[in-house]
């Protein structure tokens, strides 16, 4: 069983920064893939980004390739998201996931959610 808890979010103006964390809970932590999810107001939940277990391979979704970036810290049970050159349609609650499907370039059904954190990106 793993417990995910995000945090970070906030407000920020157009073209600022934010950091997300994914705290985890579970010695088998280590053992997931772990991604950000974001779902906007009256839209559909959409795939940000996925690290895998060792961190070494990261991918994107194209919309934020280039300005996010996700890594990991295992000894910490922690993942983050870096979001720079941020825009008002990265307005969105995020969630970070764990699982094990990774399909293409996105995480796949995971098993494990967080509650979210919501950031908000003014213009």
């Known amino acids: 069983q793993v417990q995910l808890v995000e945090s970070g979010g906030g407000l920020v103006p157009a073209g600022g920064s934010l950091r997300l964390s994914c705290a985890a809970s579970?010695?088998?932590?280590?053992?997931?893939?772990v991604g950000w999810f974001r779902q906007a107001p009256g839209k559909e939940r959409e795939f940000v980004a996925v690290?895998?277990?060792?961190?070494?391979?990261?991918y994107y979704a194209d919309s934020v390739k280039g300005r996010f970036t996700i890594s990991r810290d295992n000894a910490k049970n922690t993942v983050y998201l870096q979001l720079n050159s941020l825009k008002p349609e990265d307005t969105a609650v995020y969630y970070c996931?764990?699982?094990?499907?990774?399909?293409?370039?996105?995480?796949?059904?995971?098993?494990?959610w967080g509650q979210g954190t919501q950031v908000t990106v003014s213009s």
């Open positions: 996931a764990a699982g094990n499907t990774i399909r293409g370039t996105k995480l796949y059904e995971p098993d494990y």
């Open positions: 690290v895998r277990r060792s961190g070494s391979n990261t």
């Open positions: 579970g010695r088998t932590f280590s053992m997931y893939a």
